[in-house]
């Protein structure tokens, strides 16, 4: 009897030690997020196109100068009907390109450029502001958020894990 005694008594004592593993763990966050502003914007290029029938040119206008600080301009154009009393087409069109600018304002105190470049093709993103955003942490309740302005996100997240027996 105390040979099976000494056999089960180590059994005993390691379950014990494994019913006394009792982990908890709480987790709480929380994240708040004010968009910035942003500009895309392209350059677009100048461009001259003509066409027609029973014209004649004399000057054609197309386009002159430019440089990077100055844009390009179009030139006259002179033209006259080849054969009186016919039928003829003429169309011209052009587009002139955008001056480079190599520099961009910063932000005002709204979150906002103050004074964007803009291009040809612009996409303007306007920046949040927090307004009344504000989250606070507790010990003994969940995390709480307050919602803000235009472009902002709080978040706030309790996870609680418990582990017996493991």
């Known amino acids: 009897m105390k040979c099976l005694a000494l056999l089960v008594a180590p059994f005993l004592m390691m379950s014990a030690a494994s019913a006394a593993e009792i982990r908890s763990f ?35 206008g197309g386009l002159t100068g430019g440089s990077p600080t100055a844009p390009q ?10 054969t009186d009393g016919q039928a003829f087409t003429f169309s011209e069109s052009s587009t002139i390109g955008d001056t480079i600018v190599d520099t961009q304002n910063v932000t005002s105190t709204s979150g906002r450029f103050a004074d964007p470049n803009i291009y040809g ?11 009344s955003l504000a989250g606070t942490l507790s010990a003994t309740s969940a995390p709480t958020v307050t919602a803000g302005g235009a472009g902002t996100t709080a978040i706030g997240q309790r996870a609680i894990e418990l582990t017996v027996f493991q």
């Open 26 to 60: 709480i987790t709480d966050s929380v994240q708040l997020t004010v968009d910035g502003p942003a500009v895309s914007s392209t350059r677009i290029g100048s461009q001259y196109s003509v066409s027609g029938s029973n014209i004649s040119v004399t000057t054609l």
């Open 73 to 82: 301009t179009i030139g006259g154009t002179n033209y006259d009907i080849n």
């Open 121 to 131: 093709e612009t996409t303007t993103y306007t920046g949040g502001y927090a307004g």
